[in-house]
């Protein structure tokens, strides 16, 4: 089992900068690969980034080059560095932690890109 608490989410301008963290409890953190997505109200979660336990990362064209996962194995955190920002960015930001069949959510953090 394992636990997972977004934080940093909030209101920022186009073009700023957030750094969303997720702090995971329960279990062997650095077993699972470790993911962010995100989910617009009526429409299907989406991926927007995951890293495994060795680092190797996968991002979604939307946000390559925008948007950086890092983990962090020792605090049993992951984080997404988001630059250049966008309206269309908006929404929640969901964690999730995934070792086999095992998958697991944490109840999100919203992020509004706004002027």
């Known amino acids: 089992q394992v636990q997972l608490v977004e934080s940093g989410g909030g209101l920022v301008q186009p073009g700023g900068s957030l750094r969303l963290s997720c702090a995971a409890s329960?279990?062997?953190?650095?077993?699972?690969?470790m993911g962010w997505y995100r989910q617009a109200p009526g429409k299907q979660r989406e991926l927007v980034a995951t890293?495994?336990?060795?680092?190797?990362?996968n991002y979604a064209d939307s946000i390559k080059g925008r948007f950086t996962i890092i983990r962090d194995n020792a605090e049993n955190t992951v984080y997404l560095q988001m630059n250049s920002l966008k309206p269309e960015d908006s929404t929640v930001y969901y964690c999730?932690?995934?070792?086999?069949?095992?998958?697991?959510w944490g109840r999100g953090t919203q992020v509004t890109v706004s002027s």
């Open positions: 329960g279990s062997v953190f650095s077993r699972y690969v």
């Open positions: 890293i495994t336990s060795g680092g190797s990362t």
């Open positions: 999730n932690a995934k070792w086999g069949s095992l998958s697991y």
